[in-house]
RNA sequence: GCCCCCAUCGUCUAGCGGCUAGGACGUUGGAUUCUCAUUCCAGAAACCGGGGUUCGAUUCCCCGUGGGGGUGCCA
């Protein structure tokens, strides 16, 4: 059998979409999957949208999702160029083959097509023979001269050598007229795959630019796992069988097959979305973590170099099992960074229900100040001993003494939380609170 | 209107003639002498309806219904 060649040919509008980000990844797994080629076309036929920061969303999200291409902008290849704008020779010498062979003839200064007026079948690897009739000709080449969407798209098919055509279900009707142009060039067409379209968590229709988690730009500036998202993406109309959802690129390149493509349409949600970015954040090598976290501290209010690179390390150790988002990390951090606190009163008030935070506090600054060890063992000791000689659960000096360091209920693992911020810090900040708290 | 595609828990899915219909997210309830935005258990939750075919249909066929898409001198 030839060789795969595929193409994800997306035209330019200043955003990626994620549906576009999804036929951009079948169409790369396929390549992967069978050792064929993966192809970035750019249909920017239509007028002077084409602008050079427009091209560069799409190139920067496929990127991102870590989907090279083996010929397109900026790679190049043998079937150049690979900017529709800069094809219009080729798209000419076509048009002149459908005109001399009587495909096409003008009406009001428009080329049009002549249709067969014959079912044509589709061959879809995904739906099976899909037959459609095309009624009336349509226009190929409009008045101004430029040639339209299903014309140029089929001719760099053809020029390409495009095996398999894999494009969103939104193509299907349109495949009636392309393989209408095809048999004209008297060109075989390529298989077909048209997937289903991912449709908004809420409401009705299709995932639209406006839907919250639509553009893959959007996951990038808000410090999403690229390969968690990609992974989300996998799992919208294709599964990897066996119970199993996460799982290594490399994996899912071996088990994709573009026949196991689901047929119908899947609904984006969001919560899953977030999960399994929670799921790679936790499986982060420490120092991918730490970068990352990095980055994202480095944006926010807290000021980072006034710490040394360990205590910074350590914090970051701390809070990497419990973070969901790395957007969340300034916000899970910042009491590590600043002896400002800001006590949340409606906390407070409910520890104060269950326990009585003040002669917890005094119990342990007493402790603690006179023990040795600040290793979580010792720590865990203390607050043991503490509970038996008081008679009361432990519990009631954890939360209290997290909310006093912390200013709320949540956070990292106690005894680590302790161990990190050190004695100096626990202590003073128990003081300060003792002082203040009713 | 016409044409095309689709149909399993709320959502993503497994299933490809005989299953207690499985998993995941979410949700609910528990657990941990450490909170939860962690982890672990447990629970609730689905085969759109009607006809066929068959000894037997979630699974195959038809018709409804519902959803999606297309129907541009947009892509």
Redesign the pocket.
């Known amino acids: 059998m030839e060789d795969v060649r595929v193409r994800f ?3 330019p ?1 200043g955003f990626f979409h994620i549906g576009g980000a999804r036929t951009a990844l079948f169409n790369w797994l396929y390549a992967k999957h069978t050792g064929g080629k993966f192809i970035l076309r750019i ?5 002077e949208r084409d602008r050079q920061e427009f091209l560069d969303v799409l190139i920067r999200g496929l990127q991102w999702l870590g989907l090279d291409w083996d010929e397109g902008p900026g790679v190049g290849g043998d079937y150049g160029p690979y900017l ?1 704008s800069q094809r219009s020779d080729i798209y000419d010498a076509y048009t002149e083959i459908l005109k001399r062979e009587g495909h096409a003839y003008e ?4 080329l049009y097509f002549r249709v067969s007026q014959k079912p044509q079948t ?1 061959h ?1 690897l ?8 095309e ?2 000709d ?2 190929i ?4 001269g ?5 014309l ?2 089929v001719i760099d098919d053809i020029a390409m050598g495009i095996t398999h055509v894999i494009r ?7 495949a ?1 007229k392309h393989v209408e142009l095809f048999n004209a060039f008297g060109v075989a067409p390529p298989l077909f795959a ?1 997937i ?2 991912i ?1 908004k ?1 809420h ?4 995932m639209s630019k406006r839907d919250t988690g639509a553009l893959i730009e959007n996951y990038a500036a808000d410090h999403f796992i690229p390969a968690a998202v990609r992974n989300y993406l996998c ?5 990897p ?6 799982l290594p690129i490399g994996e899912i390149i071996r088990l994709f097959n573009i026949r ?1 493509v ?8 969001e ?6 970015n ?2 790679y954040l ?1 499986a982060l090598p420490f120092a991918e973590f730490f970068d990352r976290s990095m980055a994202v501290l480095a944006d926010s209010a807290i000021a980072l170099e006034k710490f040394d690179g360990a205590y910074v390390s350590s914090v970051l150790e701390l809070c990497q ?5 790395l957007v ?1 990390l300034p ?2 951090v910042d009491y590590f960074f600043s002896e400002s606190i800001s006590y949340d009163r409606e ?1 407070l008030a409910k520890l104060q229900l269950k326990c009585a935070v003040r002669q917890r506090l005094g119990e342990f600054r007493d402790a603690f100040a006179a023990a040795s060890g600040v290793d ?1 063992a010792s720590i ?1 000791n203390l ?2 001993d503490l ?2 000689a008081n008679c009361v ?7 209290s003494v ?1 909310f006093a360091v912390s200013g ?10 302790v161990r990190v911020l050190g004695r100096e810090r626990v202590l003073a900040r128990l003081g300060n609170f003792l002082a203040q708290c009713p």
């Open positions: 040919a997306p035209s509008t249909e920017n036929t239509d007028d529709q009406k009001d200064g428009a589709i879809d995904i739906r099976g023979d899909v037959v459609r009739k009624e009336k349509f226009v080449v409009r008045a101004n430029k040639p339209v969407f299903h140029v798209n969103g279900e939104d193509h299907l009707s349109n009636s048209h289903p379209l449709l968590s409401g009705s229709g299709k799992l919208l109309g294709w599964s069988k066996e119970d199993r959802e996460i196991d689901n047929k119908n349409n899947a609904r984006f949600d919560k899953k979305m977030a999960f399994f929670g799921e936790k099992e419990k973070l969901r988002s969340e916000n899970f906390a979580d865990e607050v043991r509970a038996n659960n432990g519990g009631e000096y954890i939360h997290r709320r209920n949540v956070g990292p693992s106690f005894f680590g939380l």
